[in-house]
Structures are given as C-alpha cells and as structure tokens.
C-alpha cells in the first residue's frame, strides 16, 4: 500500500524506495512508512527522521 499511496500521488519511486519497502515485514513500520507516502513530494522522505 505504501508504493500504491506514491504512485497515486505521481511521486516517482525508485528501485532502492521500492527494494526498501518491499522488503520491510515490520508492520508498525510499514504504518509510518504509510502515513508519510500521504504527505511525501519525494520518496526519500518515507526514511526521514529514523
């Protein structure tokens, strides 16, 4: 879902965002990682502030 908010949003992803995400199982963070995609201009910004 977090890869779908961006595309949504016509934010570019790239490969290393997209590895990134895919490979996350952590639910909790998968939900700020979320929350972000809503707000994010950039897909980098999903990472900030860890």
């Keep these: 879902?977090?890869?779908?908010?961006?595309?949504?949003r016509?934010?570019?992803?790239?490969?290393?965002?997209?590895?990134r995400v895919m490979d996350c199982s952590d639910l909790d963070q998968l939900d700020v990682w979320g929350?972000?995609?809503?707000?994010?201009t950039d897909a980098a910004e999903l990472f900030t502030e860890e």
């Design 1 to 8: 879902m977090v890869l779908c908010v961006l595309e949504w």
């Design 10 to 19: 016509n934010v570019p992803v790239p490969d290393s965002v997209r590895e």
């Design 35 to 40: 929350r972000r995609a809503v707000h994010a």
